[in-house]
């Protein structure tokens, strides 16, 4: 079984944990994620299962959307409030103040990575690394944001909508935040709304997707990769289908459709039935496609 499913993960489950429930449900060799949340967050975590898991990196640089709650007050090791307090002040900032300072944040910016993150140092996640009391933070890095938006605050508490791209930690933003207002700050709770074309709006729980799979309803909350990947679809007359199963690249007129190459060169190589076939790369110099990812079999 191939496809991607939009899961809604739930508050306490690490993203493995999802993971390992997805594969477990559908008896699947291969399962993956397509972007980590964290344990304490919920939201929007897409799964891929089958072949589709050698579109989980097209996922992960999607754009995202996060409602984030935050609390000012103290700061913490693992830059929310689950950890160990660092720092505590009683500077009580004021609505306009907090505005003032999630505004700077806006754009490509150079923030402090979590220690307490999967960021990788040396070959070692940068968790465990913490853990062993090895590493106060896991040094800079750019992240882009192109909204921040404060929607309440009542001192100590608040929630802001935030749209980034990928590798935006969002304890990062309310840490540098907290610093900024000199009252420090963790993040108190997390939900991804949305990652690319997944909503949390059509998120499913694990105990949903179960009852759908036992009901026969798989169609339900497992969709197409075809249907989810946003690029375009060169079509294969099916003389060549055998070709794209021996990993051979077929030429151009054995293709009844081709669109022309825009901003992105890679497309789905899709049979004249619609069966996903590969992956293929425009190829400028030969003017076909390379073949980068082989699924027919």
Known sequence: MDGIINVYKEAGMTSFDVVARIKR????????????????????????????????DLL????????????????????DTTGTVRHTSDIE??????????SPMIGDIELTVPAFSAKKINGKRAYDLAREGKLEDAGKATMTITKIELMSYSYPDGVFVMDCG??????SVIETMGNTLGSYAAMSGLIRS?????????????AAIEEAVNSNKVNDVLLAVEDV??????ILYDAAVSKIANGIAPRRNEYKTIPEPAEDLHYLIMSVSGKLLALGEWD?????LKLLKVFAK
């Open 25 to 56: 449900i559908f008896k699947a060799n291969k399962c993956g994620h397509a972007g980590t949340l964290d344990p304490m967050a919920e939201g929007v975590l897409p799964v891929c299962i089958g072949y589709a898991t050698r579109f989980a």
């Open 60 to 79: 992960t640089a999607k754009d995202k959307q996060y409602i984030a709650q935050f609390r000012l007050g103290a700061s913490y090791d693992t830059y």
């Open 93 to 102: 900032p004021t609505e306009d103040e907090v505005r003032k300072a999630l």
């Open 166 to 171: 990928k590798g935006t930690y969002v304890r």
């Open 194 to 206: 949305q990652n690319g074309i997944f909503n949390v709006k059509n998120a499913h729980k694990i």
């Open 229 to 234: 990947v946003d690029l375009p679809k060169a």
């Open 284 to 288: 400028k110099n030969g003017g076909a």
